[in-house]
């Protein structure tokens, strides 16, 4: 496992999130196995600009992270005039912008711990379930010695009957 919760942000340039970010993300691979390894991941998404507020870089990576079929919270921060919002040291300097990283921050926890046990149940789908109920039919039917088939791969025949007990 990568992580449980992941944090993206990006700073915002021709009202657009940067090439270096969506790159960095082009790199996580797709598959590994028959999932995502960011499937059912908690995400937040933040993003600084230079100039006036907006959201179109946070837009992009929530597409993005919907894409991945991670589980993005609701929160997010777009902090305007970054330039202005840290100190010498490099922190963050106290204010409503600080304050809004920190709900943010708080808010992936929580969300990451609420579906930390449901996270396989609530990503669960059916087009992948039924792929791998494929393979392993397929396996099956290869790794018979006899080259017959089991019978349910047979052409025709239908799936035993179950049968019901009453008390």
């Not at 907006?54 to 919270?73: D, K």
């Not at 040291?89 to 106290?94: F, I, L, Q, T, V």
């Not at 059916?126 to 006899?146: P, T």
Request: aromatic share 8%; with cysteine.
């Amino acid at each position: 496992m990568w992580s449980e919760g992941q944090i993206w942000c990006s700073p915002e340039r021709h009202g657009a999130m940067t090439g270096i970010i969506k790159a960095q993300i082009d790199w996580i691979p797709l598959e590994v196995g028959s999932l995502r390894p960011t499937q059912g991941k908690t995400l937040a998404v933040m993003q600084v600009s230079g100039g006036s507020q907006s959201f179109n870089a946070v837009n992009q990576l929530r597409v993005l992270g919907r894409w991945m079929r991670m589980l993005t919270i609701p929160n997010q921060s777009s902090v305007a005039k970054a330039y202005q919002e840290f100190d010498e040291a490099g922190r963050m300097k106290p204010s409503p912008f600080y304050d809004r990283v920190v709900d943010v921050m708080e808010e992936l926890v929580k969300f990451t711990l609420l579906t930390r046990g449901p996270t396989l149940y609530l990503t669960s789908r059916y087009s992948e379930r039924k792929a791998e109920a494929e393979k392993l039919r397929q396996r099956s039917i290869l790794n018979r010695s006899d080259g017959a088939r089991p019978h349910a791969c047979r052409p025709g025949a239908s799936w035993p009957v179950r049968a019901t007990y009453s008390v």
